[in-house]
């Protein structure tokens, strides 16, 4: 799950934009945010939107496990 939301967040918000890129009249906007999108994942994966999109997976699962752990660790010292 926590590899997973980034990557449906990023993409469900692409799918969006590039809708709403063919409605006249706001086209542009489309483009933009698609554009600030893919430049903005661009970052994280050295020029590549695809590469960024899965460290920023990556990242959001060791997080996600990291918070997991704690959880276990904090509910096992409360038992006892």
């Known amino acids: ?32 945010g698609a554009i600030g999108i893919l430049n903005f994942l661009a970052v994280f994966g050295n020029g590549q939107p695809l590469i960024g999109v899965i ?7 060791v997080v996600g496990g990291l918070f997991d752990m704690f959880n276990f660790y904090r509910y096992q010292s409360l038992r006892s």
């Open 55 to 61: 460290i920023l997976g990556i990242v959001g699962s």
């Open 1 to 32: 799950m926590s590899f997973s939301t980034p990557i449906i967040f990023f993409g469900v918000m692409l799918g969006i934009l590039l809708i709403v890129s063919h409605i006249p009249g706001v086209g542009v906007l489309g483009q933009t």
